[in-house]
C-alpha cells in the first residue's frame, strides 16, 4: 500500500511532535502573543492546550488509528453516505492554504541560513537589521523562489518516502532545536532591560482578554498542534494497534508547548531590550534573533544551526500538510503517488506565488483589507481550524461513542486508564460548547 512508504516506518512520537514543532511556535506564537496583550494571551493559551488540545488530539488520533484511512476515508468509512467527510474534504483545503503561506515563511529560513553563513548580520545595529528585513520581505519574487525551493524539498521528501530518514535526524535535530533555545533564552534573559520582556510574557492582565484574544489564542493551539484538518487523523492511521494513543497525545502537545513558551523567553526578554515592539509582528522574530546573535559568544555558529534547525522543524511540519494532501490523492482518487505529490505541490506553490508577492507593502492582492498572505493564515486558523476541530469533537462525543472511543484508546482494555469520564464529559460538553462560545464571540 503507497502510504507505507510514508508512514509505517515512522517512529509516531516523533513524526507527530515533528509536524506540531515548527515555524508556529517559533515564529507565529511570538507574533500572536505580542499582538494579543502578552501575559493575558499566554494564560488563555495555556488553559485551551490543557482542556481543549489534548482531548481534541485523543479525538483525531482515535478517528485515525481506527479506521486506518486518511482523513476523508475515515468519515467515510464511519458514516458512509452522510456529509460526515466533509470535514476531511476541508482539512485537504486547509493544507493547501497553509502550505501557501508556511513555506513562504520556511522559505526566509533558507535566505537567513545563506546570510548567517555569508556573516551578514556581524556588527549591525537594529535598525539596519529591521531595514535589510523589509527590503527582503519587499522583493516579491526572491520570496516566491525560495517558497518554492522549499515546497520542492517537501515534495521531495513525500515523493521519495525518505520520511524514514528525516525521521532519523529529527530525532537528534530537534532536541538541538531544544537546546539551543535554552542557550538563546539565557543569552536574551542576561540582556540589559530584559525584566520588562520577562513581565510581558507571564504576568498576565486579565483586562486585555477580549473575543480578538480568545480567538487567537485557540487559532494558536489548533495551528501550533497541527490539529483540527486531518494531519492527526493520517498519522493516528498510521499508528499500530500496540502503541499508546494517551502518552503520545500527551508527548506531542507538552513538547511543542514547551518549544512556544522557550521561543517567546528568548523573543521577548531581546525585544524589549533592544526596543522591538512586541506588536511588530514578521519583524520581532526575523530581526530580534539576529540581534542576540550578535551578542553572544559563537554568535556565527550559533546564528547557522539556529536557522538550519528552524528550516528543518518547518520542512517536518510542512512534510505533514503535504502528506495530508498526498495521502488523499493516493487512496480516494486513485491518482499514482507520484503524479499526487506533484501535482498538489503545483497547487501549493501557485497559491504561495500570491501569498509571497502580497507581503510587499502597499499590496493590492488583498481580500477584506487584509494582504492576501493575513487572510490565509487567518481563514486557516481561526475559522477553519476551529470548524474542525468543534466537528471532529461532536463525531467522537455525539456518534462514535464513548465505548468505541475507549475500545482505542485503551487498546481493547489492555492499557489502564484513570479520568475517563473526565475526558469523555470534556469531549461531549464542554469542549464543542468552548469551541463555539470562543469562534463567536471571536468573530462577533
Ligand atoms: N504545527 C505546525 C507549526 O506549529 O509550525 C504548523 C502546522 C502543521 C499546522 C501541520 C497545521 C498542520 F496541519
Redesign the pocket.
Known amino acids: 500500500m503507497s502510504r507505507d512508504g510514508f508512514g509505517s516506518k515512522l517512529g509516531i512520537v516523533a513524526a507527530a511532535a515533528g509536524?506540531?514543532?515548527?515555524?508556529?511556535?517559533i515564529y507565529r506564537f511570538p507574533c500572536e502573543l505580542g499582538n494579543n496583550g502578552g501575559g493575558a494571551f499566554l494564560l488563555v493559551y495555556l488553559m485551551i492546550v490543557l482542556c481543549l488540545g489534548i482531548p481534541v488530539m485523543l479525538c483525531e488520533l482515535v478517528i485515525g488509528r481506527k479506521t486506518q484511512r486518511n482523513s476523508i476515508g475515515a468519515f467515510k468509512l464511519l458514516k458512509p453516505k452522510t456529509a460526515w467527510p466533509v470535514i476531511g474534504y476541508m482539512g485537504v483545503f486547509c493544507?493547501f492554504i497553509?502550505m501557501a503561506f508556511?513555506c513562504t515563511i520556511a522559505g526566509w529560513t533558507l535566505e537567513y541560513i545563506i546570510k548567517a553563513v555569508g556573516n551578514q548580520f556581524q556588527g549591525k545595529d537594529l535598525a539596519t537589521i529591521e531595514q535589510e528585513f523589509n527590503a527582503f520581505h519587499n522583493m516579491g519574487w526572491r520570496n516566491v523562489l525560495w517558497g518554492s525551493i522549499f515546497i520542492f524539498l517537501t515534495a521531495f521528501v513525500v515523493f521519495k518516502g525518505v520520511a524514514d530518514g528525516i525521521e532519523k535526524y529529527s530525532k537528534v535535530l530537534m532536541p538541538m532545536l531544544l537546546l539551543i533555545l535554552v542557550v538563546l533564552a539565557i543569552r536574551s534573559l542576561t540582556l540589559p532591560g530584559a525584566r520588562a520582556g520577562l513581565k510581558f510574557l507571564f504576568h498576565p492582565d486579565f483586562s486585555k482578554i477580549t473575543g480578538d484574544v480568545l480567538i487567537s489564542a485557540l487559532g494558536q493551539v489548533f495551528?501550533?498542534?497541527?490539529m483540527g484538518?486531518g494531519?492527526l487523523i493520517t498519522y493516528g492511521s498510521y499508528i499500530k494497534k500496540d502503541d499508546n494513543l494517551a502518552t503520545t497525545a500527551l508527548s506531542v502537545t507538552l513538547s511543542d508547548t514547551l518549544v512556544a513558551v522557550l521561543a517567546g523567553i528568548v523573543i521577548f526578554p531581546a525585544a524589549f531590550s533592544f526596543g522591538v515592539k512586541p506588536t511588530e509582528g514578521m519583524g520581532l522574530v526575523f530581526s530580534t534573533l539576529p540581534m542576540i546573535f550578535n551578542q553572544m559568544p559563537g554568535g556565527y555558529f550559533f546564528c547557522i544551526i539556529f536557522f538550519v534547525l528552524l528550516a528543518v522543524a518547518a520542512l517536518t511540519?510542512t512534510i505533514?500538510?503535504l502528506e495530508?494532501i498526498v495521502a488523499y490523492f493516493v487512496e480516494e482518487l486513485h491518482i499514482k503517488r507520484g503524479w499526487a505529490t506533484v501535482i498538489a505541490s503545483l497547487g501549493c506553490m501557485v497559491l504561495g506565488v500570491f501569498a509571497s508577492l502580497s507581503l510587499r507593502d502597499g499590496t493590492s492582492i488583498t481580500i477584506a483589507g487584509m494582504s492576501f498572505f493575513n487572510s490565509l493564515d487567518f481563514l486557516s486558523a481561526k475559522i477553519l481550524l476551529p470548524i474542525g476541530a468543534f466537528f471532529t469533537v461532536i463525531f467522537v462525543g455525539w456518534l462514535l461513542g464513548k465505548t468505541k472511543f475507549f475500545e482505542e484508546i485503551t487498546n481493547q482494555g489492555s492499557l489502564k486508564l484513570s479520568v475517563k469520564g473526565v475526558i469523555f464529559f470534556i469531549i461531549k460538553f464542554l469542549a464543542p460548547l468552548a469551541i463555539a462560545f470562543i469562534f463567536i464571540t471571536g468573530l462577533l
Open positions: 509536524s506540531a514543532v515548527g515555524l508556529g511556535n493544507a497553509i508556511y495551528f501550533s498542534l497541527s484538518m494531519v511540519s505533514s500538510l495530508v
